[in-house]
């Protein structure tokens, strides 16, 4: 997660038009821990005042600020668009946006890095391996239109 957010800041911070105007919130945390439904709510109702979109680690996340959205009586993706990661299949037919990188794209990564290795001789160094997820666009983003409604 730290990877994806410093990724997102460094991109604000070379002038994307996109974000010209973005806030980062780094959030720790899941729904696994005694106490994280209260401390969402807590921190969405804090920024989502000054946010237009939420984008989360994973899908989980993403469905439960989803649900203090609805709870809230916001229209996503009128009011706020919130976008996930990982493509659960247990959570599609909330129709979240999403990232999405297969198992079998990493696999194949993976296998074609490890070819590389076999055919080179002498030491091996670290290696950085970029994988690009697909947007799958579905029913919780929404056009930005630059300012908050």
């Keep these: 997660m730290k990877d994806r957010v410093e990724g997102f800041q460094a991109a604000c911070d070379a002038g994307l038009n996109t974000c010209h105007n973005s806030k980062v919130f780094y959030i720790s945390g899941n729904s696994f821990f005694p106490g994280a439904q209260k401390e969402l709510v807590e921190l969405f109702d804090d920024i989502v005042s000054s946010c237009t979109a939420l984008m989360c680690a994973n899908d989980e996340l993403a469905a439960m600020f989803l649900e203090v959205a609805n709870q809230r009586q916001l229209v996503v993706p009128d009011c706020i668009s919130i976008i996930g990661a990982d493509d659960s299949g247990t959570l599609r037919d909330l129709n979240l946006t999403t990232f999405k990188l297969t198992g079998e794209e990493i696999a194949c990564s993976c296998l074609a890095l490890r070819e590389k290795r076999i055919a080179q001789s002498g030491p091996w160094g670290p290696e950085a391996v ?20």
Excluded at 134 to 149: Q, V
């Design 130 to 149: 970029l994988l690009k997820p697909r947007l799958l666009r579905r029913h919780t983003t929404g056009k930005y239109d630059g300012h908050k409604s």
